[in-house]
């Protein structure tokens, strides 16, 4: 987004919106030059500012208040001799009115631009944070998708990151900071950092999540509030290895943090296990238990589905867990990354009402026939 094109927001009103204030102004000045001398209906010519203060900017409630007024002062000229008094009364207060009116408009436009700012700031950050991959990273095709819990933020401690580390290997992961707030975003980029610093150089994935235990319990100390937030510090996280073509096993790691779904080309769909999880990382307790690596079945043309808890925690209105297994299995097969991440938002959503209580980060992974060219050369070069 422009940052020149929030001035005016709230002032991008469709020009037919403008008509019905005016059709208003119109129907009532007629209503009322019409109507016996007792009766005055010219009052009702405020409604037109204010409906237009409802979803247009200071200027244009400005124009229909000055039009009101204009026909407020018609009606009091045609109608003289009748309530000359009341008719001067009724036109200050709809000058009074008027000007609150604009007033107000004026305020909500500010603090509407101010949100924005905000908003672009929060998502500005979010990208920085996360550096989303490119569509393409080796033959590998991606999507990904993240949802916040509430509107008005669009970024919390959910993270992921796909690197590419040679010969014909590429390394994900996908995590959740515990917390919520500037803190967890804190947190979730010393993660981030140490895993795109040691993703390339540890020759396995129990030797990777050990490097990053090591690198994010000596962060926490700098990074962690523990003022604000006096609870414990970790982060979930899944860690994944994907040899290009036959180069051999997919091998998965998961430190506390959900497996990933296998959907098939041709649509089935399969839940992953770790069999042996280990401890979140931050938490002190994974080198004691060490970590373990499971393989996974997953052949050309397959998707893997990586998410955090924010989505199979996700409740309906009568507190049912989302069902992520049973729902994909009803989406239809073969569906590009992009395509699966849409459908499951919009099924979520109904699920939940338009409403999640907690964020939720997602990434779809298809193992394409053959590596994409450029685009998997521009990947590497990004990651």
């Known amino acids: 987004m422009d940052l020149r094109r929030l001035d005016n927001l709230t002032e991008r009103t469709p020009p037919l919106a403008i008509v019905i204030p005016l059709a208003l102004v119109v129907l009532i000045t007629v209503a009322d030059a019409v109507s016996p001398r007792d009766v005055f209906l010219s009052p009702m010519l405020v409604v037109a500012p204010a409906l237009t203060a ?3 900017g200071p200027w244009r409630t400005a124009a ?3 039009v009101a007024v204009g026909a407020q002062a018609f009606v009091a000229f045609v109608t003289q001799g009748s309530g000359t008094v009341a008719r001067a009364w009724q036109l200050v207060a709809l000058i009074v009115l008027s000007v609150l009116l604009v007033f107000f408009s004026y305020i909500r436009e500010r603090r509407g631009r101010q949100l924005s700012r905000v908003r672009l700031v929060s998502e500005t950050a979010q990208r920085v944070l996360l550096r989303p991959p490119p569509q393409y990273v080796g033959p590998l095709r991606i999507a990904w998708l993240y949802l916040a819990a509430e509107d008005d933020t669009q970024i919390g ?5 796909v690197t590419r580390r040679r010969p014909a290997t590429s390394r994900v992961i996908i995590g959740d900071v515990r917390g919520k707030g500037l803190p967890a975003i804190a947190e979730a980029s010393a993660v981030l950092g140490a895993f795109r610093e040691t993703a390339r150089f540890c020759d396995t994935l129990p030797e990777l999540a050990e490097a990053l235990e090591a690198r994010v319990s000596l962060d926490m100390d700098e990074v962690a509030d523990s003022q604000e937030d006096p609870g414990e510090h970790f982060t979930t996280a899944l860690l994944l ?3 290009d073509g036959d180069g051999g096993p997919v091998l998965m790691a998961s430190c506390g943090h959900p497996a990933p779904l ?9 839940a992953t296990n770790c069999t042996a999880p280990s401890p979140p990382l931050g938490s002190g307790f994974l ?6 690596a499971d393989e996974i079945s997953y052949g050309d043309g397959d998707t893997l589905l990586l998410y955090t808890d924010g989505l199979i925690e ?8 989302y069902p992520l297994v049973e729902r994909v299995a009803t989406f239809p097969p073969a569906l590009t990354p992009e395509a699966l991440l849409r459908h499951l938002r919009q099924d979520l959503l109904h699920h939940t009402g338009g409403r999640l209580s907690d964020d939720a980060a997602l990434l779809a992974i298809t193992r394409t026939v053959q590596a994409q060219g450029a685009g998997a050369s521009h990947g590497a070069d990004l990651m």
């Open 54 to 56: 409802s979803f247009a």
């Open 64 to 66: 229909i208040a000055v």
């Open 157 to 161: 401690g959910d993270l992921f990151a």
């Open 241 to 243: 290895e994907l040899p």
């Open 262 to 270: 296998v959907i098939g080309s041709d649509g089935q769909v399969t």
């Open 287 to 292: 080198p004691a238990v060490g970590v373990h």
């Open 314 to 321: 996700a409740r309906s209105r009568q507190g049912i867990f």
